[in-house]
């Protein structure tokens, strides 16, 4: 069994930050690449940013030189710092993570996504 837990959205204004965290937990032997997802009402789930074992970064467009993906592999967590947030980032914001776990086995965990508000 293995978990993944994201922790720090909420409401911020434009222009505002929210620094986000997923802390993976259970029978884990290492972890992949790790990322970040969001959704949008209505709108398909999309990539945000993810980031390799060996920490190789890749943002998608939109978050580009606002948004920073880092792992702190000791604590098994991934965080995302979003700066400059705009309302069009306003969304569930989902982590991902490739884990080896005990047994072999390799598992695609997903989280159980945090709300990001962006508004005035």
């Known amino acids: 069994q293995v978990r993944l837990v994201e922790s720090g959205g909420g409401l911020v204004q434009p222009g505002g930050s929210l620094r986000l965290s997923c802390a993976a937990s259970?029978?884990?032997?290492?972890?992949?690449?790790m990322g970040w997802f969001r959704q949008a009402p209505g709108k398909q789930r999309e990539l945000v940013a993810t980031i390799t074992g060996g920490g190789a970064t890749n943002y998608a467009d939109y978050v580009k030189g606002r948004f920073t993906i880092s792992r702190d592999n000791a604590k098994k967590t991934v965080y995302l710092q979003m700066n400059s947030l705009k309302p069009e980032d306003t969304a569930v914001y989902y982590c991902?993570?490739?884990?080896?776990?005990?047994?072999?086995?390799?598992?695609?965990?997903w989280g159980q996504g945090t709300q990001v508000t962006v508004s005035s």
């Open positions: 991902n993570a490739g884990l080896w776990v005990a047994g072999g086995g390799f598992v695609a965990a």
């Open positions: 259970g029978n884990i032997v290492s972890i992949n690449t």
